[in-house]
């Protein structure tokens, strides 16, 4: 079994920040500058301006990285946008009648005290780090050069960014590095970074291997005189170059607000104008045909590989069997009611509800059994890439004629290969073309809907 990604406190900073900032904003609006104004009004519409802009800016986006300098320029371009934005509402909203004057001292006043506690957290997280050992990361670098010696040096001078350096291995280009990558298991490293211009091609190969099916952050140290022509996301730790394997756009705050926010409205809208009256008509069916539950709920695995109770409209006779053998053509454990609800893809209607749950998305990888899991995680490479994102309703892979029943070694292989590529090329517009296309599919019928 692959390694879960270890859970860290730092994914509830963001939200706190956001909670902070928004209480510091809306106190100012209420108690000191606008109360003249109906509070309800004014507070929704100054929260609503400031998360846009500050998604917008990239405001929230700090890391343990990230330099001083980096938060004040993030700092003032909230703010001046924030201020602007400001402007415009009052020449929006004439019958809010918001002077101008009380807009400035507003601004200047929001923007000293949420920059102080910005600040103080970012301080606070420094000394947490440095003094205490907390909310830090285990690294180890693999290769040598300039560029990962002062990467090492980064690591082992700056605690206070949270990274903790474990070990560096300085193999050669002809020594073997699957026995380093034992050592990684074993003490539980969170990040590996590769010096490329000390490593083999295939000494490369075996480590992504590795990394992306222990679900591992590999980093890369590239030289200056030769830079790694994939196409990488780019970053600087004092200086140092580092490049992420990855570029995964989904991990974007925005990019992810966006998606969440469709996966939202699109679920509510299926449940309210679909599922409302169609449950209840499907709940008659599939019970007077067989002895059941309507619905079938089954363990799959997904974000971060984590484990989720998906569902579905019952479509088969209960069986001893449901969870461990997949659904073949001609199945005889499928009820008259079953077949075509499978034939048709409404049984996967009931995982709007998972969408809206969150753990599913419209669109994105189909989550497997979890026996399945088990089989091609040791067989198939880069499976487990397949969890970096929510798993989906549909999927890239299933409109391209992957879906259902998998046969063959090339089924799973092409199915992990579109789903990398959706997980590499996201947009919501491609969500959109996937809807369309697995609509059109269904009405048209499919070969391996079954």
């Known amino acids: 079994?692959?390694?879960?990604?270890?859970?860290?406190?730092?994914?509830?900073?963001?939200?706190?920040?956001?909670?902070?900032?928004?209480?510091?904003?809306?106190?100012?609006?209420?108690?000191?500058?606008?109360?003249?104004?109906?509070?309800?009004?004014?507070?929704?519409?100054?929260?609503?301006?400031?998360?846009?802009?500050?998604?917008?800016?990239?405001?929230?986006?700090?890391?343990?990285?990230?330099?001083?300098?980096?938060?004040?320029?993030?700092?003032?371009?909230?703010?001046?946008?924030?201020?602007?934005?400001?402007?415009?509402?009052?020449?929006?909203?004439?019958?809010?009648?918001?002077?101008?004057?009380?807009?400035?001292?507003?601004?200047?006043?929001?923007?000293?005290?949420?920059?102080?506690?910005?600040?103080?957290?970012?301080?606070?997280?420094?000394?947490?780090?440095?003094?205490?050992?907390?909310?830090?990361?285990?690294?180890?670098?693999?290769?040598?050069?300039?560029?990962?010696?002062?990467?090492?040096?980064?690591?082992?001078?700056?605690?206070?960014?949270?990274?903790?350096?474990?070990?560096?291995?300085?193999?050669?280009?002809?020594?073997?590095?699957?026995?380093?990558?034992?050592?990684?298991?074993?003490e539980n490293i969170d990040e590996i970074y590769c010096s490329l211009p000390s490593l083999s091609q295939a000494q490369i190969k075996t480590i992504i291997d590795f990394a992306e099916n222990n679900l591992k952050t590999i980093k890369f140290i590239p030289s200056f005189e030769n830079l790694y022509s994939k196409k990488l996301k780019y970053e600087t730790y004092d200086y140092v170059p580092v490049l992420?394997?990855?570029?995964?756009?989904?991990?974007?705050?925005?990019?992810?607000?966006?998606?969440?926010?469709?996966?939202?409205?699109?679920?509510?809208?299926?449940?309210?104008?679909?599922?409302?009256?169609?449950?209840?008509?499907?709940?008659?069916?599939?019970?007077?045909?067989?002895?059941g539950s309507v619905f079938f709920r089954q363990i799959r695995n997904g974000y971060n590989f984590k484990q989720f109770y998906c569902y579905k409209f019952r479509s088969m006779k209960i069986n001893a069997d449901a969870d461990t053998i997949q659904a073949t053509r001609n199945d005889k454990r499928l009820t008259g009611i079953g077949a075509f609800?499978?034939?048709?893809?409404?049984?996967?209607?009931?995982?709007?509800?998972?969408?809206?749950?969150?753990?599913?998305?419209?669109?994105?990888p189909r989550p497997h059994m979890v026996n399945e899991n088990e089989k091609y995680l040791k067989s198939i490479d880069k499976f487990m890439v397949r969890h970096f994102i929510k798993p989906g309703i549909t999927g890239l892979a299933q409109v391209n004629g992957y879906r259902g029943e998998i046969q063959t070694q090339p089924d799973i292989v092409n199915r992990i290969k579109y789903d990398i590529n959706y997980i590499e090329n996201w947009s919501l517009l491609l969500d959109i073309k996937i809807i369309l296309l697995t609509v059109i599919n269904s009405l048209r019928g499919e070969k391996k809907a079954y």
């Open 341 to 364: 609800l499978r034939k048709t893809s409404i049984d996967e209607l009931p995982q709007f509800f998972n969408v809206l749950a969150g753990n599913m998305s419209v669109v994105g």
């Open 244 to 291: 992420s394997l990855r570029n995964i756009l989904l991990d974007e705050p925005f990019n992810k607000f966006i998606k969440r926010l469709f996966d939202i409205v699109f679920s509510l809208f299926v449940i309210v104008f679909l599922l409302s009256w169609l449950i209840p008509i499907l709940a008659i069916i599939i019970k007077s045909e067989s002895n």
């Open 1 to 186: 079994m692959p390694r879960k990604k270890q859970g860290r406190f730092s994914r509830y900073i963001r939200p706190i920040t956001y909670t902070i900032d928004l209480s510091v904003i809306n106190f100012l609006v209420i108690n000191e500058f606008f109360s003249n104004v109906s509070p309800n009004w004014l507070c929704i519409l100054v929260s609503v301006t400031w998360i846009v802009i500050a998604i917008f800016s990239r405001y929230y986006n700090v890391y343990r990285y990230t330099s001083e300098i980096k938060i004040l320029h993030l700092i003032l371009l909230q703010f001046v946008l924030f201020l602007f934005a400001m402007f415009s509402v009052s020449g929006l909203f004439p019958f809010l009648e918001i002077p101008p004057q009380k807009i400035l001292l507003f601004t200047l006043y929001a923007a000293l005290t949420i920059g102080v506690i910005k600040y103080t957290i970012y301080y606070f997280m420094i000394k947490f780090r440095s003094d205490f050992g907390g909310n830090y990361r285990r690294t180890v670098i693999i290769g040598n050069g300039a560029e990962s010696n002062s990467l090492e040096k980064f690591f082992q001078e700056k605690t206070s960014t949270g990274y903790r350096h474990i070990k560096t291995f300085l193999p050669n280009k002809e020594e073997d590095v699957v026995k380093h990558l034992d050592f990684i298991l074993k």
